[in-house]
Protein backbone atom coordinates (compact mmCIF):
# COMPACT_ATOMS: atom_id res chain seq x y z
CA UNK A 1 0.00 0.00 0.00
CA UNK A 2 1.66 3.28 -1.15
CA UNK A 3 2.29 5.43 1.84
CA UNK A 4 0.88 9.09 2.41
CA UNK A 5 3.76 11.46 3.33
CA UNK A 6 4.23 15.20 4.11
CA UNK A 7 6.15 17.65 2.21
CA UNK A 8 6.36 21.17 2.74
CA UNK A 9 2.36 21.61 3.92
CA UNK A 10 1.37 18.79 1.68
CA UNK A 11 -0.31 15.00 2.37
CA UNK A 12 0.98 13.25 -0.87
CA UNK A 13 0.96 9.68 -2.13
CA UNK A 14 5.38 8.54 -1.51
CA UNK A 15 5.23 8.20 -5.18
CA UNK A 16 4.00 12.00 -6.12
CA UNK A 17 6.66 13.52 -3.31
CA UNK A 18 9.47 15.64 -4.64
CA UNK A 19 12.37 17.64 -3.60
CA UNK A 20 14.58 20.30 -5.35
CA UNK A 21 17.51 18.54 -6.73
CA UNK A 22 19.57 22.02 -5.80
CA UNK A 23 18.20 21.16 -1.83
CA UNK A 24 20.95 21.60 0.23
CA UNK A 25 19.95 18.63 2.48
CA UNK A 26 21.04 16.78 -0.80
CA UNK A 27 23.77 18.39 -1.62
CA UNK A 28 25.42 19.55 1.59
CA UNK A 29 23.65 17.30 4.19
CA UNK A 30 22.36 20.74 5.56
CA UNK A 31 20.00 18.99 7.92
CA UNK A 32 18.29 18.03 11.03
CA UNK A 33 15.97 15.10 11.51
CA UNK A 34 13.77 13.41 14.43
CA UNK A 35 12.71 10.15 14.98
CA UNK A 36 9.42 9.70 17.25
CA UNK A 37 8.14 6.04 17.74
CA UNK A 38 4.15 5.28 17.30
CA UNK A 39 3.19 2.47 20.49
CA UNK A 40 -0.87 1.44 20.41
CA UNK A 41 -1.28 4.80 17.51
CA UNK A 42 0.04 7.68 20.17
CA UNK A 43 3.27 9.19 20.19
CA UNK A 44 6.27 8.64 22.00
CA UNK A 45 8.17 10.98 24.36
CA UNK A 46 6.89 13.74 21.45
CA UNK A 47 7.74 17.04 23.63
CA UNK A 48 11.09 15.51 24.26
CA UNK A 49 11.92 15.12 20.14
CA UNK A 50 10.57 19.06 19.52
CA UNK A 51 12.41 20.28 22.23
CA UNK A 52 15.59 18.81 20.78
CA UNK A 53 14.72 19.45 17.34
CA UNK A 54 14.46 23.59 18.30
CA UNK A 55 17.83 22.84 20.09
CA UNK A 56 19.47 21.75 16.81
CA UNK A 57 17.90 23.94 14.31
CA UNK A 58 19.30 26.72 16.50
CA UNK A 59 22.42 25.44 16.87
CA UNK A 60 22.94 25.37 13.14
CA UNK A 61 21.16 29.08 12.43
CA UNK A 62 18.68 27.01 10.77
CA UNK A 63 15.36 28.78 10.85
CA UNK A 64 12.02 27.04 12.11
CA UNK A 65 9.84 25.65 8.95
CA UNK A 66 6.50 27.62 8.70
CA UNK A 67 4.38 24.46 10.01
CA UNK A 68 6.60 23.76 13.58
CA UNK A 69 3.94 24.83 15.54
CA UNK A 70 1.38 22.41 13.94
CA UNK A 71 3.80 19.07 14.32
CA UNK A 72 1.69 17.51 16.36
CA UNK A 73 -1.15 17.57 14.35
CA UNK A 74 0.97 16.53 11.19
CA UNK A 75 2.49 13.35 13.50
CA UNK A 76 -1.00 12.19 14.95
CA UNK A 77 -2.26 12.49 10.88
CA UNK A 78 0.37 10.79 9.46
CA UNK A 79 -0.54 7.79 12.15
CA UNK A 80 -3.90 8.37 11.37
CA UNK A 81 -3.76 8.35 6.96
CA UNK A 82 -1.20 5.34 7.35
CA UNK A 83 -2.86 3.26 10.32
CA UNK A 84 0.40 2.74 11.92
CA UNK A 85 -0.44 0.88 15.47
CA UNK A 86 3.57 0.05 15.96
CA UNK A 87 6.16 2.10 13.96
CA UNK A 88 7.91 5.45 13.74
CA UNK A 89 7.47 8.59 12.46
CA UNK A 90 11.20 10.14 10.63
CA UNK A 91 10.70 14.05 10.26
CA UNK A 92 13.55 15.59 8.65
CA UNK A 93 14.25 19.86 8.29
CA UNK A 94 17.05 21.01 6.03
CA UNK A 95 17.80 24.77 4.90
CA UNK A 96 15.86 24.23 1.56
CA UNK A 97 17.39 25.01 -2.14
CA UNK A 98 18.30 28.77 -2.76
CA UNK A 99 18.15 27.61 -6.79
CA UNK A 100 21.65 26.87 -7.22
CA UNK A 101 24.74 25.05 -5.19
CA UNK A 102 26.57 27.36 -2.74
CA UNK A 103 28.55 26.96 0.23
CA UNK A 104 27.10 30.17 1.79
CA UNK A 105 23.87 30.24 3.88
CA UNK A 106 21.07 31.51 1.52
CA UNK A 107 19.19 34.06 3.03
CA UNK A 108 16.42 32.46 4.98
CA UNK A 109 14.07 35.18 4.82
CA UNK A 110 13.63 33.97 0.59
CA UNK A 111 15.02 30.35 1.09
CA UNK A 112 12.29 28.94 3.47
CA UNK A 113 13.31 25.20 4.94
CA UNK A 114 12.36 21.88 3.26
CA UNK A 115 10.14 20.02 6.01
CA UNK A 116 9.64 16.31 5.10
CA UNK A 117 7.68 13.30 7.43
CA UNK A 118 6.94 10.45 6.57
CA UNK A 119 5.76 6.47 8.47
CA UNK A 120 7.72 3.18 8.78
CA UNK A 121 5.11 0.70 9.99
CA UNK A 122 6.63 -1.79 12.26
CA UNK A 123 4.33 -4.20 13.91
CA UNK A 124 5.98 -5.76 17.10
CA UNK A 125 8.00 -2.62 17.45
CA UNK A 126 7.53 -3.38 21.22
CA UNK A 127 8.24 -7.54 21.21
CA UNK A 128 11.07 -7.40 20.31
CA UNK A 129 13.11 -11.05 19.75
CA UNK A 130 16.38 -9.20 19.71
CA UNK A 131 15.14 -7.74 23.54
CA UNK A 132 14.92 -11.04 24.36
CA UNK A 133 18.22 -12.31 23.67
CA UNK A 134 20.46 -9.58 23.65
CA UNK A 135 22.41 -8.31 20.52
CA UNK A 136 26.41 -8.13 19.83
CA UNK A 137 28.56 -5.21 18.86
CA UNK A 138 31.88 -4.50 17.53
CA UNK A 139 34.36 -1.65 18.42
CA UNK A 140 35.22 0.91 15.86
CA UNK A 141 36.87 4.61 15.77
CA UNK A 142 34.58 7.42 15.95
CA UNK A 143 35.86 9.64 13.18
CA UNK A 144 32.58 11.77 13.01
CA UNK A 145 32.74 15.58 13.07
CA UNK A 146 32.76 17.19 16.57
CA UNK A 147 29.20 18.37 16.97
CA UNK A 148 27.06 14.93 17.78
CA UNK A 149 24.84 16.13 20.46
CA UNK A 150 22.87 17.89 16.79
CA UNK A 151 21.02 15.53 15.17
CA UNK A 152 21.90 15.90 11.70
CA UNK A 153 21.51 13.80 8.58
CA UNK A 154 25.46 13.54 8.50
CA UNK A 155 24.68 9.82 8.68
CA UNK A 156 27.24 8.07 6.32
CA UNK A 157 29.53 7.25 8.96
CA UNK A 158 26.92 5.70 11.28
CA UNK A 159 25.94 3.71 8.55
CA UNK A 160 29.56 2.19 7.54
CA UNK A 161 30.03 1.33 11.06
CA UNK A 162 26.27 -1.13 10.74
CA UNK A 163 27.89 -2.53 7.82
CA UNK A 164 31.00 -2.80 9.47
CA UNK A 165 29.13 -5.15 12.21
CA UNK A 166 27.18 -6.61 9.36
CA UNK A 167 29.98 -8.25 7.79
CA UNK A 168 31.60 -8.75 11.35
CA UNK A 169 27.87 -11.07 12.05
CA UNK A 170 27.43 -8.19 14.88
CA UNK A 171 24.27 -6.32 15.28
CA UNK A 172 25.77 -3.06 15.83
CA UNK A 173 29.24 -0.94 16.43
CA UNK A 174 30.23 1.20 19.38
CA UNK A 175 31.93 4.35 18.78
CA UNK A 176 35.51 4.75 20.65
CA UNK A 177 37.41 8.00 20.43
CA UNK A 178 40.52 9.14 22.76
CA UNK A 179 39.92 5.62 24.40
CA UNK A 180 36.53 5.98 25.40
CA UNK A 181 33.33 4.40 23.88
CA UNK A 182 31.23 7.55 22.89
CA UNK A 183 27.84 5.92 21.63
CA UNK A 184 26.41 3.44 19.31
CA UNK A 185 26.03 4.33 15.76
CA UNK A 186 22.37 5.47 16.25
CA UNK A 187 22.03 5.39 19.86
CA UNK A 188 23.40 5.42 23.73
CA UNK A 189 25.92 2.77 25.34
CA UNK A 190 25.87 2.28 28.90
CA UNK A 191 27.22 -1.01 31.08
CA UNK A 192 26.12 -1.99 34.54
CA UNK A 193 28.69 -3.02 37.18
CA UNK A 194 28.10 -4.11 40.80
CA UNK A 195 24.27 -2.61 40.10
CA UNK A 196 25.88 0.46 38.97
CA UNK A 197 24.28 1.64 35.62
CA UNK A 198 27.37 3.62 33.88
CA UNK A 199 27.08 6.09 30.87
CA UNK A 200 29.14 8.79 29.03
CA UNK A 201 27.86 12.38 30.36
CA UNK A 202 26.51 14.84 28.36
CA UNK A 203 28.53 17.21 25.91
CA UNK A 204 29.39 17.87 22.09
CA UNK A 205 30.47 14.13 22.10
CA UNK A 206 27.40 12.63 21.95
CA UNK A 207 23.60 13.01 21.04
CA UNK A 208 21.52 13.86 23.56
CA UNK A 209 19.19 10.95 23.55
CA UNK A 210 15.66 11.74 24.47
CA UNK A 211 15.07 7.69 25.51
CA UNK A 212 18.66 8.14 27.03
CA UNK A 213 16.95 11.07 29.03
CA UNK A 214 13.67 9.29 30.13
CA UNK A 215 15.51 5.79 31.03
CA UNK A 216 18.02 7.61 33.50
CA UNK A 217 15.28 9.18 34.74
CA UNK A 218 13.34 6.21 35.56
CA UNK A 219 16.27 4.28 36.51
CA UNK A 220 16.75 6.95 39.31
CA UNK A 221 13.18 6.92 40.25
CA UNK A 222 13.57 2.89 40.76
CA UNK A 223 16.38 3.40 43.05
CA UNK A 224 18.93 2.35 40.66
CA UNK A 225 22.78 3.94 40.74
CA UNK A 226 23.49 6.17 37.92
CA UNK A 227 27.06 7.30 36.76
CA UNK A 228 27.63 9.64 34.32
CA UNK A 229 31.39 9.22 33.00
CA UNK A 230 33.36 7.83 30.08
CA UNK A 231 34.06 4.02 29.89
CA UNK A 232 36.41 2.17 28.18
CA UNK A 233 36.12 -1.24 25.69
CA UNK A 234 37.87 -3.16 28.41
CA UNK A 235 35.71 -2.28 30.81
CA UNK A 236 32.83 -2.81 28.92
CA UNK A 237 33.88 -6.33 28.21
CA UNK A 238 34.53 -6.97 32.02
CA UNK A 239 30.81 -5.46 33.17
CA UNK A 240 27.70 -7.75 33.93
CA UNK A 241 25.38 -5.92 31.49
CA UNK A 242 25.75 -3.78 28.69
CA UNK A 243 22.87 -1.96 26.44
CA UNK A 244 21.83 0.39 24.83
CA UNK A 245 18.47 2.89 24.40
CA UNK A 246 17.48 4.77 21.22
CA UNK A 247 14.07 6.10 20.31
CA UNK A 248 13.52 2.94 17.82
CA UNK A 249 14.69 0.24 20.13
CA UNK A 250 13.92 1.60 23.51
CA UNK A 251 16.12 -0.40 25.66
CA UNK A 252 18.13 -3.54 23.87
CA UNK A 253 20.79 -5.52 26.07
CA UNK A 254 24.26 -6.28 24.61
CA UNK A 255 25.83 -9.49 25.22
CA UNK A 256 28.66 -9.70 23.14
CA UNK A 257 31.50 -6.54 22.44
CA UNK A 258 34.48 -7.60 19.58
CA UNK A 259 33.28 -11.45 20.20
CA UNK A 260 33.42 -11.48 23.57
CA UNK A 261 30.63 -12.24 26.10
CA UNK A 262 29.32 -9.51 28.80
CA UNK A 263 28.38 -10.81 31.72
CA UNK A 264 26.88 -14.64 31.17
CA UNK A 265 26.69 -13.67 27.55
CA UNK A 266 22.50 -13.15 28.12
CA UNK A 267 20.20 -10.32 29.04
CA UNK A 268 20.70 -9.21 32.60
CA UNK A 269 18.26 -8.19 35.59
CA UNK A 270 18.90 -4.45 35.02
CA UNK A 271 18.12 -3.57 31.34
CA UNK A 272 14.90 -6.14 30.73
CA UNK A 273 13.75 -4.22 33.72
CA UNK A 274 14.75 -0.43 32.15
CA UNK A 275 13.15 -1.71 28.79
CA UNK A 276 9.87 -2.83 30.93
CA UNK A 277 9.93 0.19 32.89
CA UNK A 278 10.13 2.34 29.62
CA UNK A 279 7.09 1.12 27.86
CA UNK A 280 4.84 0.87 30.48
CA UNK A 281 5.57 4.49 31.41
CA UNK A 282 5.46 5.78 28.30
CA UNK A 283 2.19 4.37 27.29
CA UNK A 284 1.08 5.85 29.88
CA UNK A 285 2.13 9.36 28.84
CA UNK A 286 2.06 8.77 25.36
CA UNK A 287 -0.10 11.70 23.26
Same mark, same amino acid.
Given at each position: ????????? $?????? /??????????????????????????????????????????????? *???? *???????????????????????????????????????????????????????????????? %??????????? $????????????????????????????????????????????????????????????????????????????? %?????????????????????? /? %????? %?????????????????????????????????????????
Amino acid at each position: MTRTVYVNG $DYLPED /EAKVSIFDRGFLMADGVYEVTSVLDGKLIDFPGHLARLERSLAELDM *QKPA *QFDDLLEIHRELVTRNGIEEGMIYLQVTRGSAGDRDFVFPDPETTPSTLVLFTQNKPGLADSPV %ARAGMKVISID $DIRWGRRDIKTVQLLYPSMGKMMARKAGADDAWMVEDGFVTEGTSNNAYIVKGGKIITRQLSNDILHGITRAAVLRF %AREAQMEVEERSFTIDEARDAD /E %AFITS %ASAFVMPVIEIDGAKVGAGVPGKVAPRLREIYLEESRKAAI
